[in-house]
């Protein structure tokens, strides 16, 4: 009886194992399996029923991207990747030690970034196309009923932009302004506070009229803006078009995805065999 029971055990164990990481879920011939959906929950700290809409939705995208037969060429990868490590103001080589610190490979990185932008083209083709731009009617109509969001009235801003791809140059032009510019290129701006980023808005704030910002590096060069006017509120539909042009065209990408999602899992062959 001692010997029997430990390999009682053992079967148990085994068995449980291999419940475990069953295949819990087949949709469209694409399995999702027990570990993934334990694994889905406790990342993202969700309850089951909602990491398993998860792992559907994904697999759905997955087999409507293979129908759609969308391809990323390396070209465009490598173009993507110095576009990210640009903006972050790092090279190559710094952006994939930071990764490898992560313990996340260069291979599955750059596998992950070629699925992102094949979504991402699939959306653009397939989904936003469906989406017809507003008349200014509907937006008028749309601000009316989201009014209360609109509240924080904008302030118009007259800038101009110098930019440079050197630090040096553009700091000679920001101490000699009269000068001609050397290696610095000016664009005349009007920009509304609410199309602003946080964070370029304060720094406006903080610098007095008829003066320049301090340099900005922007990972694909360098900027400063001389605030020539910081104009004052407006008020009404007229100074909020752009914002409000931007927040119904969230909610349309978001309800048009909802739709297309709705529509295939409608048509989508999925199989629930354990849970």
């Known amino acids: 009886m001692k010997k029997i029971l430990p390999i009682l055990l053992f079967s148990f164990i085994t068995i449980n194992a291999q419940v475990i990481d069953a295949v819990a879920i087949d949709v ?17 700290k969700i309850s089951k029923k909602t990491a398993v809409e998860l792992l559907i939705r994904d697999r759905l995208e997955k087999a409507s991207i293979e ?25 190559k080589a710094q952006m994939q030690n930071i990764l490898s610190q992560k313990g996340v490979t260069w291979e599955n990185y750059l596998e992950q970034l070629r699925l992102d932008m ?24 749309f601000y009316n009923t989201h009014r209360s969001e609109f509240d924080s009235a904008p302030i118009q801003m007259s800038l101009v932009a110098y930019k440079s791809d050197s630090a040096q140059n553009l700091q000679n032009a920001i101490s000699n302004p009269m000068q001609p510019l050397n290696g610095v290129t000016k664009e005349n701006i009007l920009a ?24 900005i590096n922007t990972g694909k060069g360098f ?7 910081k104009g004052s509120a407006q008020s009404g539909f007229t100074a909020v078009k752009n914002a409000v042009m931007a927040r119904w065209m969230q909610e349309q990408r978001v309800q048009a995805s909802k739709d297309f999602l709705n529509k295939l899992k409608s048509n989508a062959n999925i199989r629930v065999i354990r849970l």
């Open 223 to 229: 900027v400063a803006y001389y605030v020539k006017s």
């Open 28 to 44: 469209e011939g694409q399995a999702i399996t027990t570990l993934e959906i334990q694994a889905v929950q406790q990342k993202m």
């Open 192 to 215: 509304s506070s609410n199309e602003m980023s946080p964070a370029l808005l304060n720094l406006i704030n903080q610098t007095a009229e008829n003066s320049f910002t301090k340099p």
């Open 67 to 91: 129908k759609a037969n969308i391809t990323i060429s390396n070209e465009e990868i490598e173009q993507k990747v110095k576009a990210i490590a640009d903006s972050k103001g790092i090279t």
């Open 118 to 141: 094949k979504k991402e083209r699939f959306f653009q083709e397939n989904i936003m196309a469906t989406i017809d731009r507003p008349s200014e009617t509907e937006l008028e109509t």
